[in-house]
């Protein structure tokens, strides 16, 4: 920072304000959690202290905006340069952020869904002693009232400074900034489908008096301003971003549908005379439908992919680079949050059924005395869909080749997700899958798998360039 500037940093002539509100929708279910352990379960959701609603914090909104301009403007590793945010922790001479985004609260009371999570040993494939917890989630469909302040001096570089906000902004309107927790496993993803802008220039008597009198903390103003309202946020300014985006990833987009039942068990409590186990639920539309769940389909691809790793004699740090780490099963002492994305699934066109089972005993060879048990899994028909999405950030070739490989025994049912695969549950058959590798600054390479009915074979464009991603894998298992 220059003389001039650090002279008046406690000064800032502003000259304009930009009011943005936008209705924000939960397309998933989010985990905002409040670390309370007082809380009847391991996780919470943080709560309004007066009325039983949701709280987001602004803090929570600013850091995944800041983190994904970052990314976007930059690329993935590289150092944050924006003047949306302000200065990084390290910098005490740095100036604050001109982008004031205020707390929102749920437009209604809450509506929780409980999740429960268990870690697997790789090696026994069975859980882990007390690894299991449990933690509350926003239902899809919750709304946000997000309402940001841009604030503009006369030393800023306005022009760069709306591009970055429109650049955020527009993150939102992609639904491409999940918020909360566990966003790399399909938790949080959100959109932004309506916007209200106002600007009012500072200079001008008029409009800041207009600015003294606005209802700044009236939580709709959709009726009172229809002429604020753009659907596309770049409808409300004529400034392009001209940044491209400098990410560099591989995205797959899988079409399965349901070889054998399906069965993940649900952590929610049950209503009288249900099942003692039943598929996980979750609430999209206003209605319940079947869900595979990111967290459990992480889980089995990494398993697998241990597996693969193992059967090719090469260290296992490939995959901790890819799915992520945490002190017990790595030697540097260091976490490492995952690369991989894995949405959460919801599967189409279902049919419940429940099942009777019984344990027998090993010695005796007869039925195990209180050890019947009722489960309801999910069947699939002709129409049955589910689309399995996975992102890879920063992907080097062998990792593409081992993401091939998983792919693969998806498709062909030898990969099976979910509980009881022991009995032939879980196994998917594959339809089509497109497969796009995005590399920064220059053009896309996409791919395409299908196979439209199990009698029929299965077509891939340029099998020739997929197969060097696997004959990477290989060459570095060499190495």
Not at 2 to 17: A, D, F, G, M, S
Not at 165 to 192: D, H, T
Request: aromatic content about 6%; charged content about 25%; overall charge negative.
């Amino acid at each position: 920072m220059n003389r001039e500037r650090l002279k008046h940093r406690n000064q800032r002539c502003i000259i304009e304000r930009i009011i943005v509100r936008g209705s924000l929708v939960l397309e998933t279910p989010a985990c905002l959690g409040s670390g309370d352990t007082d809380s009847n379960v391991d996780l919470a959701i943080l709560r309004d202290c007066i009325e039983d609603k949701a709280l987001l914090m602004g803090s929570s909104t600013a850091g995944a905006l800041r983190n994904y301009l970052r990314e976007f403007s930059n690329g993935y590793n590289a150092i944050e340069t924006s003047l949306l945010f302000g200065a990084q922790r390290s910098d005490d001479d740095g100036e604050q952020s001109p982008l004031i985004i205020n707390d929102a609260l749920s437009s209604k009371d809450i509506k929780v869904e409980l999740r429960d999570l268990v870690k697997i040993n790789s090696v026994r494939r069975t859980a882990e002693e007390g690894a299991k917890y449990d933690f509350e989630v926003l239902e899809a469909g919750t709304q946000f009232e997000l309402c940001f302040e841009l604030l503009i001096d006369s030393t800023t570089n306005r022009e760069q400074l709306i591009r970055e906000f429109l650049i955020v902004l527009q993150g939102l309107e992609k639904a491409e900034i999940p918020i909360g927790m566990k966003k790399r496993r399909g938790f949080g993803r959100c959109c932004v489908r309506l916007w209200q802008v106002w600007k009012f220039n500072l200079q001008d008597s008029k409009q800041r008096q207009e600015w003294l009198n606005f209802p700044h903390w009236t939580t709709s103003l959709l009726t009172e301003y229809p002429n604020n309202i753009y659907n596309s946020i770049q409808e409300a300014f004529d400034v392009l971003p001209a940044t491209s985006d400098k990410r560099t990833h591989l995205t797959i987009e899988a079409i399965f549908t349901l070889a054998s039942p399906l069965l993940i068990r649900s952590g929610q409590a049950s209503v009288d005379k249900a099942p003692d186990v039943v598929h996980l639920k979750s609430w999209r539309h206003d209605q319940l439908v079947p869900v595979l769940s990111g967290t459990s389909l992480a889980g089995v691809l990494r398993h697998r992919a241990e597996r693969i790793v193992n059967t090719l004699h090469k260290n296992k740090s490939i995959i901790d680079g890819i799915f992520g780490s945490d002190f017990t099963n790595n030697t540097t002492k260091e976490t490492k949050a995952s690369r991989l994305t894995v949405d959460e699934v919801e599967i189409i066109d279902t049919a419940d059924l429940i099942q009777n089972r019984i344990a027998i005993d090993r010695f005796t060879g007869g039925a195990l005395h209180g050890a019947l048990f009722d489960e309801q899994p999910i069947f699939g028909n002709d129409n049955t869909k589910l689309v399995i999405k996975l992102e890879l950030r920063q992907p080097e070739n062998y990792e593409i080749g081992l993401l091939l490989l998983l792919l693969k025994d998806l498709w062909t049912g030898d990969l099976a997700v979910g509980g009881t695969s022991s009995i032939g549950r879980g196994k998917l058959q594959g339809i089509k899958a497109n497969i796009t590798h995005c590399k920064a600054g220059s053009s896309e390479l996409t791919w395409t798998i299908s196979q439209l009915s199990k009698k029929e074979p299965v077509t891939v464009t340029d099998a020739n360039a997929l197969e060097e991603y696997v004959a990477a894998l290989h060459k570095e298992v060499a190495a």
